[in-house]
């Protein structure tokens, strides 16, 4: 099973909670390395993103592990080392 990309997440964050604060883009090496709260997106928004990697790749993740992991590099890494369960559609 592939890795989520930033573009894959991005996708995911814009379908599920949508677009980032005006002026902010999810794209680009520097978009990893910058805080998830800078792009308007909260905790909230995060586990429902990470509900749906979850279901679609299955992907275990812990919501304290999520928390935890303030900027898409971070969870990104998080998502790479998480079990996989087997995806469900």
């Known amino acids: 099973m592939s890795d989520i990309t930033l573009a894959e997440l991005s996708a995911l964050l814009l379908e599920c909670v949508g677009a980032p604060e005006e002026g902010m883009s999810l794209d680009g090496e520097e978009a990893l390395d910058t805080p998830?709260?800078?792009?308007?997106?909260?905790?909230l928004a995060l586990l429902?993103?990470?509900?749906?990697?979850?279901?679609?790749h299955g992907i275990m993740l812990s919501d304290d592990a999520?928390?935890?992991?303030?900027?898409?590099?971070?969870?990104?890494?998080?998502?790479?080392?998480?079990?996989?369960?087997?995806?469900?559609?």
């Open 36 to 43: 998830f709260l800078e792009f308007g997106y909260d905790s």
């Open 48 to 56: 429902q993103v990470t509900g749906v990697i979850e279901r679609r």
């Open 66 to 89: 999520v928390a935890e992991a303030e900027t898409p590099r971070l969870l990104l890494n998080l998502i790479k080392e998480a079990p996989r369960a087997g995806a469900v559609r």
